[in-house]
């Protein structure tokens, strides 16, 4: 009950702080998307134990990441959410590269961190690949579902539309990181990726009250009619 009242509290945090950059324009929003996409990479290795099942709490950062373009796209149109992909792409590209060039440097005789660093940064070239493609991958998906859903249903919230887009996403992440990440490297590879997809569902879960929550006491701006997606 401890790991879930800390994932409770992390993903209101998350979908609150979302809301509140979307006050001060796209470019928060970007920077808030970017850092998640980075954090969830480097949090993926931590794993807890949640529900009785073995877990990781980067769902949070997936979430919060999509949650958070979401919101820059209702805003600020579908031309600002690819932007906004194309930097946390980089953004990720960026830190893998620099972090593992950080490890090339030699050490020094009273370093006492490298080892922990070396243990954290030293992720397969396969899963790190799968990472950064899935993720490119799902993040334009999201943009194209939200888009679409705002032509086709316009009368729909958008706290029910970003709940459709994050189930259809985060089924496709499951899927093919499952697949491209660690295929051959787990056992019952099905019943690994089914324990993934339902932790995202939780997340989701609890992300949507906070999303409303977000919107009663932070309204977001009217959304400029001359923006085109």
Excluded at 51 to 59: C, R
Excluded at 197 to 211: A, E, N, Q
Aim: with cysteine; aromatic share 14%; glycine share 4%.
């Amino acid at each position: 009950m401890y790991n879930l009242a800390l994932l409770f509290l992390s993903t209101g945090f998350v979908v609150l702080f979302a809301r509140y950059c979307s006050k001060y324009g796209k470019e928060a929003l970007i920077a808030l998307i970017a850092i998640q996409s980075v954090l969830a990479n480097i949090f993926v290795l931590k794993q807890i134990t949640l529900l009785g099942l073995n877990a990781t709490a980067s769902e949070v950062f997936v979430i919060g990441s999509i949650i958070s373009l979401n919101f820059l796209q209702a805003r600020h149109g579908a031309k600002a959410a690819r932007q906004a992909v194309w930097i946390a792409f980089m953004s990720m590209f960026f830190f893998c590269v620099m972090s593992q060039i950080h490890l090339l440097y030699l050490p020094s005789s009273l370093d006492t961190q490298h080892e922990a660093y070396s243990a954290l940064f030293s992720s397969a070239p396969r899963i790190l690949f799968a990472s950064l493609s899935v993720y490119f991958v799902v993040q334009h998906l999201s943009v194209i579902l939200f888009s679409y859903g705002k032509k086709q249903l316009p009368g729909l919230p958008n706290t029910f539309l970003i709940l459709s887009c994050l189930l259809l996403t985060q089924l496709l992440d499951t899927v093919l990181f499952g697949f491209l990440g660690l295929y051959g490297l787990v056992d019952k590879i099905t019943e690994v990726m089914f324990i993934s997809f339902s932790i995202k569902m939780l997340v989701i879960l609890i992300s949507m009250p906070f999303t409303e929550l977000s919107s009663f006491f932070m309204p977001p701006p009217k959304t400029n009619p001359e923006i085109k997606n």
